[in-house]
């Protein structure tokens, strides 16, 4: 924990790896000080078939899961990040976002917590 899910249309990779949007969205995530680096999963999704609008226009939007406990300003700190890091990454794309859901501390639980 936290997750960072990436959906994406496919030609979002066309312009960037694979593995260079996973090291930035990396960085830009351990970049706010909210989490322990070992602890930041980041998964890439790319879609072939997609619609936006009802036509085909790349997009990128990350899936933010993190524990809860932190603050609103904390979040839309986080959030601004990532969308600016996508955004210097990919001028052309318009369709950047990202939301920030939290786990219930109550509900969660991993292995090691068994």
């Known amino acids: 924990m936290p997750h960072f899910i990436v959906d994406c249309s496919q030609g979002v990779l066309q ?3 694979e593995e260079e949007v996973l090291a930035r969205l990396h960085h830009a995530v351990n970049s706010t000080g909210l989490f322990d680096e070992s602890d930041i999963k980041v998964r890439v999704n790319p879609f072939r078939v997609h ?3 009802g036509g085909r226009e790349d997009f990128i939007h990350v899936f933010s899961h ?3 406990g932190r603050s609103i300003e904390q979040r839309a700190s986080l959030s601004k990040r ?3 890091e996508l955004t210097d ?3 052309t794309i318009h369709r950047i976002a990202t939301n920030v859901a939290e786990f219930e ?3 969660y639980l991993n292995r090691e917590m068994l």
Do not use: D, E, Y
């Open 15 to 17: 312009q960037r790896s």
């Open 82 to 84: 990532i969308v600016s």
């Open 105 to 107: 501390k109550a509900t």
């Open 51 to 53: 619609a936006v609008g």
């Open 66 to 68: 993190i524990m809860q």
């Open 89 to 91: 990454m990919f001028p």
